[in-house]
């Protein structure tokens, strides 16, 4: 029974499926209702001027005057396009790779694939620009030489970072396949080869800082969408926040309150303790993984891929509220690094043996995987416990459509 469950063609089959779900359903109410967290940041653009996470949405604009098509439409159908693409490189990547149960566990983790299912506010962020751009790396990296490698690094961190500001925290986890994958004998040929991304990146936080956004930019981008936004666009929303200060969104984030309560007492609380929940079935695979090469000629433990690009994305979690959705971005690109490792020889993991034998075993296996991945899962934002399984999000999903 649990070698047809860890079969990959099941696994595979099972995420197409929810991930279409989730686009299809979440991300096309989004559209419908214009939201103004999932949804209308995608129309942020440049017509009132250069603004930082407006290149996609400028992209969108563009085709929408040349071509008269929706923007809606142009906007749900090229993110439901990300999504697809972003699932077939990581079916690309896995379908190599020997899944062993601690794999099922890392993959169906309430943090992972099924997190947004279980948030359905965690649906159609422009994190998936970041892990769509990451998959393809690892997946070209084997494919290309070095030199085009950094080429093809420096043109994604572009993106990304123009796309959206706060995943520049997230770069490490683009740099780690670079440095694995291509040998470098000394420190001096990776700081030679680092260098000009490092440029990039900083030249990057330079022009995001001098073009956060002001008020002006939020009234000409919301003029532009205005048939495809809602009518707070200028108030409410990610679009209205980009004429805040840095000091302003924390600030607002410390003032967070949900049922009358402040939601930081219990914010460290739930999020800790879902981190070492969530996060334990990829721990014990990297902790079982051995480093089989070096970089610079020094060797590294591998749980330090883990837990390095993890402590470099902690100030987004002091400049935005919503830590399950970092959190999430933080797992996926954990998992993705993984599976590059062991498909690329990087990493030797160590075989482990979970006896399951008897029809109890089996049973008692079953139950924890079914508790565990669809009973619970970390909130997007702003609350102040866990968020409730799957049952509620379908028993939610029902009474929606009555509606």
């Excluded at 950094?150 to 490490?172: E, Q, R």
């Excluded at 694995?180 to 004998?185: E, G, N």
């Excluded at 970092?326 to 490792?341: K, M, P």
Aim: aromatic residues 20%; hydrophobic residues 50%.
């Amino acid at each position: 029974m649990l070698k047809n469950f860890l079969k990959t063609n099941v696994i595979s089959s099972l995420l197409i499926i929810f991930s279409f779900f989730i686009i299809l359903n979440n991300f096309f109410r989004f559209f419908q209702n214009k939201t103004s967290h999932q949804f209308v940041p995608w129309l942020s653009n440049y017509q009132g001027g250069f603004v930082r996470r407006g290149l996609p949405g400028e992209f969108f604009f563009q085709l929408h005057e040349l071509f008269s098509i929706h923007l809606g439409w142009i906007t749900f159908i090229f993110v439901c396009i990300l999504y697809f693409l972003f699932y077939l490189i990581f079916f690309n990547l896995i379908k190599k790779i020997k899944l062993n149960i601690f794999f099922i566990f890392a993959i169906f983790s309430p943090i992972s694939f099924y997190f947004p299912i279980l948030n359905s506010k965690a649906t159609g962020h422009k994190d998936i620009i970041f892990l769509l751009f990451l998959s393809l790396f690892c997946y070209l990296i084997p494919k290309i030489k070095k030199e085009h490698a950094n080429y093809t690094m420096i043109l994604l961190i572009i993106l990304i970072v123009l796309s959206h500001d706060g995943l520049i925290f997230y770069i490490p986890y683009l740099i780690i396949p670079f440095l694995t994958f291509y040998k470098f004998k000394n420190f001096r040929e990776v700081f030679i080869n680092l260098l000009p991304a490092s440029i990039i990146s900083i030249l990057l936080m330079i022009l995001i800082y001098n073009f956060k956004g002001t008020e002006q930019h939020v009234i000409e981008i919301c003029n532009s969408i205005k048939s495809y936004a809602h009518s707070e666009c200028e108030n409410i929303g990610q679009i209205s926040a980009l004429k805040y200060v840095l000091t302003d969104n924390i600030m607002q984030k410390s003032k967070l309150v949900y049922g009358g309560l402040s939601v930081y007492p219990a914010y460290f609380k739930i999020y800790i303790t879902g981190f070492i929940i969530g996060f334990m079935p990829l721990i014990i695979l990297y902790n079982k993984s051995k480093f089989e090469s070096s970089i610079a000629g020094i060797k590294i433990n591998s749980l330090l891929f883990l837990f390095f690009p993890l402590i470099t994305s902690f100030p987004i979690y002091y400049i935005a509220a919503d830590w399950g959705r970092y959190l999430h971005i933080s797992y996926i690109s954990s998992l993705v690094l993984i599976i590059f490792f062991l498909q690329n020889n990087i990493f030797d993991m160590k075989k482990i043996k979970l006896s399951t034998k008897s029809f109890i075993s089996k049973i008692i296996f079953i139950f924890i995987f079914i508790i565990y991945s669809f009973g619970w899962t970390v909130p997007v934002c702003c609350e102040r416990s866990f968020k409730p399984g799957i049952g509620k999000v379908i028993e939610r999903m029902i009474l929606y459509y009555k509606k």
